[in-house]
């Protein structure tokens, strides 16, 4: 909440000793605005961490066009300090991660909305080599935070998402979070797992959806993609390796843009008008897929 960490920083800001940096775990926030206010916003940075933080290896080191060098080289060696992988983006919604995993989790819940059963969606996930299914991904994250997130890169962001079912909101305010209250689309046990059907005990009348994991997928791609051609993050294998350290990205496909092409460009943009045709310009191509073909 922007006004919020506003009012957090201008009560410490005065207090910071010289050369004290203002580090931000914001996952969504740009920085530009985080910094409005601050008497020095040189010492302002993002030190973006991924759940679980005892786990993910990530760190997003977040810059902006008012920056010190000195306090991104500070806040880089700091992630290195905590055996980390550190990971410079420029500041942007979402920045580079949550800019891909939004999607794949939104799209995720508005299958759920369409009736198919969350476990099928999770299950065809981590067929393909992710670590967590996105549902069970959302109730982790918790349900509030994956809601504040989307709603924020929806607002920010000059493109298609998908819609917001109903009931999440209300699952919200009722207090249903996922994990950290006990229950969100799943229900968790004491030993803190999600109580889940085997996907074999499901009915054949269950709902499927041909396209459900590319409909999962290549939005990630695709923002990848979008983060590459906006200079959010300037290396093809860094994104990859940010995707495998900081979601899990299947990591035997080399991450998004190595199964891209390996995949084959041209097939996944052919597949993703074909998705936009048939479910809504969300899935339209960007047009920094032309320039992976060079």
Not at 33 to 52: E, I, M, Q, Y
Not at 235 to 241: C, L, N, P, R, Y
Not at 258 to 270: L, M, P, T, W
């Amino acid at each position: 909440k922007i006004e919020l960490k506003r009012k957090i920083y201008a009560e410490i800001e005065p207090q910071l000793k010289e050369g004290a940096l203002l580090a931000t775990n914001t996952s969504a926030l740009p920085l530009a605005d985080l910094a409005a206010g601050l008497a020095d916003p040189s010492r302002l940075v993002g030190l973006h961490f991924f759940n679980p933080v005892s786990r993910m290896q990530l760190i997003e080191i977040v810059s902006h066009d008012r920056v010190a060098t000195e306090t991104a080289q500070r806040a880089t060696d700091f992630a290195v300090e905590l055996s980390r992988l550190p990971t410079p983006v420029k500041s942007a919604p979402g920045f580079l991660v949550n800019r891909a995993l939004v999607p794949y989790m939104s799209e995720a819940l508005l299958m759920v909305d369409e009736g198919i059963p969350k476990e099928r969606i999770d299950h065809r996930a981590e067929e393909f080599g992710m670590p967590m299914g996105p549902v069970e991904l959302s109730d982790q994250v918790g349900l509030d935070i994956a809601l504040d997130v989307a709603t924020s890169l929806a607002e920010r962001l000059d493109q298609p998402f998908p819609r917001t079912p109903e009931w999440l909101p209300k699952m919200v305010k009722e207090g249903k979070l996922g994990r950290k209250t006990g229950g969100g689309l799943y229900e968790f046990g004491a030993d803190g797992k999600p109580k889940k059907k085997p996907v074999d005990a499901l009915k054949d009348d269950a709902k499927d959806d041909p396209d459900l994991l590319d409909r999962l997928i290549l939005p990630m791609l695709n923002a990848v993609v979008a983060c590459l051609r906006e200079g959010v993050i300037e290396d093809e294998d860094m994104a990859d390796g940010a995707m495998i350290f900081g979601t899990g990205f299947a990591p035997f496909r080399g991450g998004p843009i190595h199964y891209a092409k390996q995949r084959g460009v041209d097939e996944i943009v052919a597949r993703m008008k074909e998705l936009a045709d048939k479910h809504g310009p969300r899935f339209a191509p960007d047009e920094g897929w032309q320039r992976l073909k060079s």
